[in-house]
């Protein structure tokens, strides 16, 4: 027994190069899901052509992006409060799922608000030849944690919501489809305020119970900060509730700049799980004000040299941002997007007044 104890001593004193591979830290696996070309288009004031979508989910795989929510299948009759165009900008999914470049082994969930959408999208898949990386393995359903906000985004309550989720859910799991849950206005609600996080419990364990994989938990409305989101997961997950942070993600909009704060509070929860958008795009149409996710630069940003590891390249990430933005004549939501795009234009402002002699005016005339 000492002996061992002796060698093993010696090992902790003179790492051998197995030893020192061994405490090379091991960093965890965090999922991103980019939800920037529905999530974050679906708000948008322009009218997005399904080409310019399709380059967008391109841009994004090209960028590392492995999970990326690519439409949704909502009545395009639905009239939203105010943009009477909204359901027809979502209307092209089925355009941009045939355009897009998929990829074996990416998944690229679409939205599906009841059993007119998922047989919309089974007759679209039931086309598709076999041979093809089919459109999509995964549709994501939603509901939400206040009747108001039900009735306003689905036009029933939360019970009769859940009742129609879960023969989606049932006739898609049977197709083979993976499905995942949403629950919006986890903090508050734009129509009826500050949301009891009990009820969040109670709605995100009816969603799994049906056959969700996983629920992802929305502040829509972008209030939360990490003390009520600590709330919020202290219900969730603590206490009596059987609910694994391993099957929650986090999906928080960042109209008060708390995002990224949101994502490190909710690692310290144990989630592994988050929605982001490129550029910081979009909003819900039925929460007035409130802005886009929280950018996936952003979180890329703040993971940096951390112990998690989350897949995409920033670099790149900030190009798509960049181009987004441009496309869409709007500006560029994310902090670090802006930062990394401002960095850019000085390095070859730089280059080009090197290839002028170290004229400044020359090279911005040429740029
Ligand atoms: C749920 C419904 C359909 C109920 O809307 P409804 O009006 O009660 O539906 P209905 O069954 O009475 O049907 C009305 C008409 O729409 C048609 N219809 C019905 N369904 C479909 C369909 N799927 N696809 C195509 N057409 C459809 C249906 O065929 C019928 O046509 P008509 O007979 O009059 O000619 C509607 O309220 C709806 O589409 N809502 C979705 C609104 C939406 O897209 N909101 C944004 C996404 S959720 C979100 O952003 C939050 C999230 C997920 O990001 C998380 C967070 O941040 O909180």
């Given at each position: 027994m000492l002996a061992k104890h002796t060698a093993r001593s010696l090992l902790r004193s003179r790492p051998t190069f197995a030893a020192r591979t061994y405490s090379t830290p091991v960093r965890e696996r965090v999922r991103i899901v980019e939800v920037g070309p529905r999530d974050g288009l679906q708000n948008e004031s322009a009218v997005i052509p399904p080409h310019v979508k399709a380059e967008l989910v391109n841009r994004l795989t090209h960028a590392g992006?492995?999970?990326?929510?690519?439409g949704s299948f909502v009545s395009?009759?639905?009239?939203p409060q105010k943009d009477r165009s909204f359901g027809e900008r979502m209307a092209g999914t089925a355009d941009v799922l045939k355009q897009m470049h998929r990829q074996k082994g990416l998944h690229y969930p679409v939205l599906v608000p009841n059993v007119k959408g998922l047989e919309n999208l089974l007759e679209l898949l039931a086309q598709?030849?076999?041979?093809?990386?089919?459109?999509?393995?995964e549709i994501a359903i939603f509901t939400a944690a206040s009747d108001a906000f039900c009735k306003a985004n689905t036009n029933c309550t939360i019970e009769e919501s859940l009742a129609r989720l879960k023969t989606v859910t049932h006739r898609a799991t049977k197709e083979g489809l993976r499905v995942r849950g949403y629950v919006s206005v986890?903090?508050?609600?734009?129509?009826?305020?500050k949301v009891d996080p009990v009820k969040v419990r109670d709605v995100t364990k009816a969603l799994l119970e049906m056959g969700c994989y996983e629920i992802s938990l929305g502040d829509?409305?972008?209030?939360?900060n990490p003390t009520t989101i600590s709330e919020l997961l202290e219900t969730v997950i603590g206490?009596?509730?059987?609910?694994?942070?391993?099957l929650l993600a986090g999906h928080y909009h960042d109209t008060f700049g708390m995002g990224v704060s949101n994502i490190l509070t909710s690692l310290d929860f144990g989630l592994r799980t988050f929605d982001s958008s490129v550029g910081g795009l979009g909003g819900c149409p039925?929460?007035?004000g409130a802005t886009g996710n929280v950018a996936t630069e952003d979180v890329l940003y703040a993971l940096r040299g951390s112990r998690f590891d989350a897949p995409g390249d920033l670099t790149k990430m900030a190009e798509v941002g960049s181009w987004i933005s441009k496309q869409l004549n709007?500006?560029?939501?994310?902090r670090v997007g802006k930062a990394l795009e401002a960095r850019r234009a000085r390095d070859k402002l730089e280059k080009e007044r090197e290839r002028n002699g170290g004229s400044s005016e020359k090279a911005a005339a040429k740029l």
């Open positions: 992006m492995d999970i990326i929510e690519a395009p009759k639905w009239v598709q030849p076999k041979d093809e990386v089919p459109y999509t393995d986890v903090i508050d609600c734009p129509y009826s305020g829509t409305v972008g209030t939360g206490g009596s509730s059987d609910i694994s942070p391993s039925y929460s007035p709007r500006t560029n939501a994310s």
